[in-house]
């Protein structure tokens, strides 16, 4: 723990980039992005964190996208995340080179190794943020967040623990635009991981194809209800879904149709998603299906009834027929992305 | 097999309520066991179905979890106890994980430690990860299911679009998603049972913790604000045109905050 006398020694901004396969996960140029910012507000550094068996080639990348140095800790017990290996690393070099902020994706991963990082260091963690700023005054961190199921946004800060640590969720911060021309620093951490150090063993690891199987950690979810349910309106909504790299969720009475997967199903007897991006396209608005989307960020209902229950949870909505509307959505996007 | 169960008690966030000024009404708010902790002790039952040994609930909260507790032992739990002293009271959750883990410390004999991945108010799913860090317990997250052989705990991870097998030798901490059983409803011998037993309340001198560490005073992090977002989702913002302008409309705003 840093005591109070101490806290100036902590400099920087870190960011942890997380990769699979030798591929940067988008939530990681987001926080570069972000971390640009806060730091440019404190006058300091970026710098990017990231593990793996072989990532220094991500590491211009990294530098590309914001950062001003990068450590790369290479082993080959790091291909597979492990929690304790990866907290290890992070929480050793942290302790080296003081960081006085330090954030992370609120991606699975993030999620089950920011926890325990804050708790060796013993310093707070604001978790699932949608806000990161700096005081103007007393140069701290600001994170905000939601809690209560998405119905409270707290604002929070850590002001005598240091590093500042929060974790952000995907979807929220834009991806800087790339420069390949910035320069950076890329320092190679000494990596010791003794046998005693590996407790979990990984036996086997698979990326899911079941569709829907990821519904809960979806960024982005286009929802067929029953006033959408015609095979025009449905296959718009998997086209959107396609086009926005989301997925497909739905309604009771569309898992009992057999539409959809009842592992799709939101609400009450099916999942609690938490998107940035929701869409409801002929859906009611039941509370049991409601209580599945209380976290969702931003909601678009469509629906051909105005006066709907649905647009009480929505931020945009579209009086009209599903069908019509969803048609011509497809051709909106097509047309932005040149499809 | 000795399983210690840790479950929160939450308000039933669905029947939320808010004030004039917009601020969450929590008084009088209906408590329920944070659902998927329920998960966590059918799991725990599970398992002592298969290899023997007992199921330990724990909760931290105000002398009202005392009825989580209850329904616990209906449930068909072996022990409950009850953490409860002002001086727990507003901690985040470093201090929450360091105050379970210093009572999972005086329980002692352990093999499995379970929790929830997530309780529905406070939303962090951090005290799982940092109980196990306090206890230097191998962390087995997200789990799908849960299997014990040989001294070795093995669980199906759902590590978003991941899907893992892990292994790690007991003791261990697994947290739990909802999708991994059904939980049991109460059969009526355990219900009578549950009202009679006594529960043992632990309070700062029971679990010998360094004081410093505890509640608001324990906690790195402050909150500073909290408000509520509801307010102003009430007001929806109608797109007015033909199809194709509507649908214009609505990409332009998704393709200004990078949903597209
Ligand atoms: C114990 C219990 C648990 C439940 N659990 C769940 C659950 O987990 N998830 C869930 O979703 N439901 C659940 N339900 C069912 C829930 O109560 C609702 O019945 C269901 O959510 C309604 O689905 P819907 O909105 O698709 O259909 P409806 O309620 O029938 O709504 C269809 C909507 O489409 C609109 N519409 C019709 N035609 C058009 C058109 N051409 N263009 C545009 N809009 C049109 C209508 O105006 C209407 O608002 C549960 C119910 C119970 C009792
Ligand atoms: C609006 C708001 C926002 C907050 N944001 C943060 C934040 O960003 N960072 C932070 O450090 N604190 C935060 N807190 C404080 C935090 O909610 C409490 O510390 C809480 O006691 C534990 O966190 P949680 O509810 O998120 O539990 P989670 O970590 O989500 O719970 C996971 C599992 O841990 C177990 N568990 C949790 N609490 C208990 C308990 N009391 N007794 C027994 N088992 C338990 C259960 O098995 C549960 O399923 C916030 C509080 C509020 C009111």
Redesign the pocket.
């Known amino acids: 723990m840093a005591d109070k006398a101490d806290l100036t020694k902590y400099k920087g901004v870190w960011v942890f980039a997380e990769q699979q396969d030798g591929k940067l996960a988008k939530i990681s140029l987001e926080l570069l992005g972000k971390a640009r910012d806060l730091a440019d507000k404190l006058g300091e550094k970026v710098t990017s964190v990231i593990l793996g068996a072989s990532v220094k080639p991500l590491a211009d990348d990294l530098i590309a996208y914001g950062a001003d140095r990068v450590l790369v800790a290479e082993h080959p017990e790091l291909a597979e995340y492990r929690t304790e290996l990866y907290t290890k690393i992070i929480c050793e070099e942290a302790q080296k080179d003081k960081p006085e902020i330090l954030i992370i994706g609120a991606s699975p991963i993030g999620r089950d190794l920011t926890p325990r990082v804050s708790f060796r260091l013993h310093t707070g963690c604001t978790a699932d943020c949608t806000e990161l700023d700096i005081d103007p005054e007393e140069k701290i961190l600001v994170s905000t967040r939601p809690a209560f199921g998405g119905n409270v946004m707290a604002t929070i800060i850590c002001p005598e623990h240091r590093p500042q640590m929060s974790t952000v969720r995907p979807g929220v911060f834009a991806v800087p635009a790339k420069d390949p021309a910035r320069k950076g620093e890329v320092v190679t951490v000494d990596v010791n991981i003794e046998s005693s150090d590996i407790n979990v063993t990984v036996l086997s690891s698979s990326k899911s194809k079941k569709h829907g199987a990821n519904i809960q950690d979806a960024v982005k979810i286009v929802s067929v209800?029953?006033?959408?349910s015609d095979s025009t309106s449905f296959a718009a909504i998997q086209e959107i879904a396609r086009l926005i790299d989301g997925e497909v969720g739905g309604?009771?009475?569309?898992v009992e149709k057999v539409l959809i997967e009842h592992g799709v199903?939101?609400?009450?007897?099916?999942k609690n998603v938490r998107p940035e991006l929701y869409m409801a396209c002929?859906?009611?608005g039941?509370v049991?299906?409601t209580t599945?989307i209380a976290n969702a960020k931003y909601v678009v209902a469509?629906?051909?009834?105005p006066n709907?229950e649905i647009f009480k949870f929505a931020n945009v909505g579209i009086a009209g027929?599903?069908?019509q509307i969803l048609t011509a959505i497809v051709k909106a996007i097509k047309a932005v992305k040149q499809e | 097999m000795n399983i210690i169960v840790c479950i929160k008690q939450v308000p039933n966030v669905t029947q939320v309520k808010w004030d004039a000024d917009g601020s969450l009404i929590r008084t009088g708010l209906p408590t329920i066991i944070n659902p998927v902790d329920k998960n966590a002790i059918e799991a725990a039952l599970q398992l002592k179905e298969q290899h023997g040994g007992k199921v330990t609930v724990l909760s931290m909260g105000p002398s009202q979890v005392e009825s989580a507790l209850r329904e616990a032992l209906c449930m068909g739990v072996d022990d409950v106890i009850q953490l409860t002293d002002r001086k727990f009271a507003g901690a985040d959750t470093w201090a929450t994980s360091y105050t379970i883990g210093c009572a999972i410390q005086k329980i002692g004999d352990y093999d499995l430690v379970i929790t929830g991945v997530e309780a529905m108010d406070g939303n962090t799913a951090q005290v799982g990860p940092q109980v196990a860090e306090y206890l230097g317990l191998p962390l087995l997250s997200y789990a799908l299911s849960i299997a014990v052989a040989d001294g070795k705990v093995t669980i199906d991870q759902k590590l978003g679009d991941v899907a893992r097998v892990i292994e790690a030798k007991l003791p261990a901490l697994v947290t739990v998603e909802k999708e991994i059983n059904e939980y049991r409803v109460t059969p009526i011998d355990k219900l009578i049972d549950a009202f009679e037993r006594t529960i043992p309340v632990w309070g700062v001198d029971d679990i010998s913790p360094d004081v410093v560490h505890l509640g608001l005073k324990g906690s790195p992090t402050k909150l500073r604000k909290v408000y509520s977002p509801k307010l102003e989702k009430g007001k929806v913002e109608m797109l007015e045109g033909t199809p194709d302008e509507v649908a214009r409309q609505l990409v332009d705003k998704l393709n200004a905050k990078f949903l597209i």
């Open positions: 209800g029953l006033g959408a309604t009771r009475p569309c199903q939101i609400g009450q007897t099916g002929g859906i009611s039941a049991q299906h599945g469509i629906n051909k009834d709907a027929d599903a069908k």
